[in-house]
């Protein structure tokens, strides 16, 4: 995905995207390049200076990885690129579930 958005993943986006992704048990980052931080981390997110253009990567593994990312793609919408539907949304990030989900 990449951002559309002329400020980037600022600060209020990037609190909401923080507040929708502790909701979920999985372990969920964002990556940018060679960079990635803890989607559940505030500073994390933010010391990775999301700007206009940048590309960027969501992955969650756990139990709810997939409901997780479904619900961080929705909340990402008016920042990102879009994306066709839920189903593209899901292939443009990536999930993995554990042996025991």
């Excluded at 960079?35 to 997110?45: H, T, V």
């Excluded at 409901?67 to 999930?95: F, G, K, M």
């Amino acid at each position: 995905m990449t951002v559309i958005d002329a400020a980037g993943l600022h600060a209020r986006p990037a609190a909401r995207f923080v507040q929708a992704a502790s909701r979920f048990a999985s372990r969920i980052v964002i990556r940018t390049g060679e960079r990635e931080a803890d989607a559940k981390s505030l500073i994390s997110l933010l010391g990775l200076t999301i700007r206009l253009s940048t590309v960027i990567t969501v992955a969650a593994e756990g139990s709810d990885a997939e409901a997780a990312l479904a619900s961080l793609a929705i909340e990402l919408s008016p920042y990102v690129t879009p994306l066709e539907n839920t189903s593209d949304q899901l292939s443009a990030i990536s999930y993995q579930r554990t042996a025991d989900g």
